[in-house]
């Protein structure tokens, strides 16, 4: 069973306006949360993270919100760029180790000009 | 500074026969992973090692082993490819398992078998 899911595979959205990909989780114990951002044929890079202690974080154009009575999180970009065109992945963790760390299958975000 | 480095970046296996995976880093980190990511699925952690000499199982560990003989370096083996496990395999490095602490990535290797 899919503890981590992104029921959206594909978002499209025009350069300048926002995207909003969004994360669904089953497990309560998950106390970290995190955004991986992956272009084709390279390995995922880190994006922005929560903690599980809070509702939002921000880090420029990138915020991610939390809620964590209805399981659910989003990261917002805003604006959007053609540059941010690519696979999105939700992952998160419990114990605090990234040993159990448990991704989605990924968005894939086209940002058009 | 090259990060994490994947070899080889792709391999056309037969079923049965093996190989080995090889990931590097040059950040000094303790903590080395690797990941499979299927056609469709998100990545799964298949194996871990929190310094040099340890290794622990991950959440798909069956049909792989592992090693660590050297900090810098964290080896992946399948002894016996099967067709299931064509995949996109990526390696992973932290200073730390802190969530706190980034993972970084390699670029993967990509392996079929036939």
């Known amino acids: 069973d899919q503890q981590v899911k992104q029921n959206s595979p594909s978002l499209s959205v025009q350069e300048g306006r926002i995207s909003i990909l969004n994360c669904d989780y089953t497990?309560?114990?998950?106390?970290?949360f995190l955004w991986y951002k992956k272009y084709p044929a390279e390995g995922p890079t880190f994006l922005i993270s929560?903690?599980?202690?809070?509702d939002k974080n921000e880090d420029g154009r990138f915020t991610v919100f939390l809620n964590k009575s209805a399981k659910h999180l989003s990261l917002h970009i805003v604006p959007s760029q053609p540059g941010d065109s690519a696979v999105y992945f939700c992952?998160?963790?419990?114990?605090?180790?990234?040993?159990?760390?448990?991704f989605g299958k990924g968005t894939k975000l086209s940002v058009k000009p | 500074n090259a990060g994490v480095t994947q070899t080889p970046k792709f391999r056309v296996l037969k079923t049965g026969q093996s190989m080995t995976l090889l990931c590097a880093q040059d950040?000094?980190?303790?903590?080395m992973y690797w990941y499979r990511q299927d056609p469709g699925m998100g990545l799964r952690l298949i194996h871990y090692?929190?310094?040099?000499?340890?290794?622990a199982k991950g959440e798909v560990p069956d049909g792989y082993n592992v090693s660590r003989l050297k900090k810098q370096n964290f080896l992946l083996g399948l002894e016996s490819a099967a067709p299931s496990q064509t995949s996109v395999y990526f390696c992973?490095?932290?200073?730390?398992?802190?969530?706190?602490?980034?993972?970084?990535f390699g670029p993967g290797t990509r392996l079929l078998v036939l």
């Open positions: 950040m000094n980190h303790e903590y």
């Open positions: 929560i903690s599980s202690i809070k």
């Open positions: 992952a998160a963790l419990y114990g605090g180790s990234q040993g159990n760390l448990i």
């Open positions: 992973a490095s932290s200073y730390s398992p802190s969530p706190q602490e980034t993972q970084y």
């Open positions: 090692s929190v310094g040099e000499g340890t290794t």
């Open positions: 497990n309560s114990m998950f106390d970290y």
